[in-house]
């Protein structure tokens, strides 16, 4: 099997896609489609087989739950045993959005979306073409990213094709996703409400509407309520250094401490920008959190591609901002 990939960039293609893709997802397939943070592998919620087949895909570990995406909030509501007032409130803040709500969950939804736990994640995303695809499907999608289990997500079709294109029937092209790291994910089952993976809306963000917010995000759940919560994951093939330096001669410096080769390293820089003459490679990456994001995983995609051995990327600042790309850089580097 070799993937069909179908753009998206004109009204017909863009209806042609959503008809195709549905197709699929109605008769219990699993395709690949573009959301506003990476692209997700989609399959129908309701459907025990269906979700079995994207962990079957993904090589998921069975103890890694799926987030649910809705196109509406009266179909989030049908995922779940009681959407309480706060999650009404952030809805209206933030949803469409990356922004995903842990909730008590319906009966309907399937024990694999959960990780067999009694909570499930929803979120309504913003991409236009995933939210066609729910319209017209008429019942949530699970998707995780569209990638192999603990691999870097993919930000546009491309990515999908190098890891998945042997293993699905369709992937749908919908442009470089514009957020470019996960969603942020905030349990309401507990209270106060508790932040479970960081993400671009930040906990300073959040507080605006909880007023209150546990930071608890980790792995130490016996049930993993969220995705994106096990030690290693996000991760290059090449080893990950996230550093710190002053100048060039302290960027070579603390390398050698790690015991690696300056010359064997791809370099990505936000700041300290060192000259290309002594390191496999040298990128920029803009000094602001959304475009870094934005950027990331295409640059340890690239890095991927070329065959790197050891990616050092120039630690972010330690802002609210930043914190889910210090949260995805920690968990990359594992």
Not at 125 to 153: G, K, M, T, W, Y
Not at 227 to 250: F, I, M, S, T
Request: one cysteine or more; proline letters at 7%; charged letters at 25%.
């Amino acid at each position: 099997m070799s993937a069909e990939i179908l753009s998206t960039h004109t009204p017909q293609l863009f209806q042609a896609a959503v008809q195709r893709a549905v197709k699929l997802l109605r008769a219990g397939e699993v395709v690949a489609l573009p959301t506003e943070t990476v692209y997700g592998l989609a399959a129908n919620a309701f459907d025990e087989n269906a979700v079995a087949k994207i962990f079957q895909i993904k090589g998921r570990p069975a103890n890694n739950p799926i987030i649910v995406h809705v196109a509406n909030l009266e179909m989030a509501k049908r995922c779940v045993k009681n959407f309480p007032a706060l999650a009404e409130k952030l809805a209206k803040s933030f949803w469409p959005g990356p922004l995903t709500m842990v909730l008590p969950r319906a009966e309907k939804i399937p024990d694999n979306v959960t990780a067999g736990g009694k909570t499930v994640g929803i979120r309504w995303p913003s991409h236009p073409f995933i939210q066609a695809v729910i319209r017209e499907c008429d019942f949530p999608l699970a998707a995780p990213s569209a990638n192999l289990s603990n691999s870097i997500s993919p930000t546009n079709a491309k990515h999908v094709r190098k890891q998945l294109g042997e293993k699905i029937s369709l992937i749908v092209d919908g442009g470089q996703s514009q957020v470019g790291i996960e969603s942020t994910v905030l349990d309401l089952t507990v209270s106060p409400p508790r932040l479970l993976r960081p993400g671009m809306i930040h906990e300073h963000t959040l507080m605006a509407v909880t007023e209150k917010l546990a930071i608890g995000f980790g792995d130490s759940e016996e049930i993993l309520k969220s995705p994106g919560q096990l030690k290693k994951h996000y991760a290059p093939k090449a080893k990950l250094l996230v550093l710190n330096w002053n100048d060039e001669d302290d960027l070579k410096s603390r390398i050698r401490n790690s015991k690696f080769e300056v010359r064997d390293c791809q370099i990505i820089a936000h700041t300290k920008i060192p000259s290309v003459e002594n390191f496999a490679g040298v990128s920029v990456i803009p000094h602001d959190a959304e475009a870094f994001a934005r950027a990331l995983y295409s640059e340890l995609h690239r890095c991927d591609d070329v065959g790197a051995r050891i990616i050092v990327i120039e630690a972010p600042p330690e802002s609210p901002e930043w914190s889910g790309i210090a949260d995805r850089l920690r968990r990359a580097a594992g």
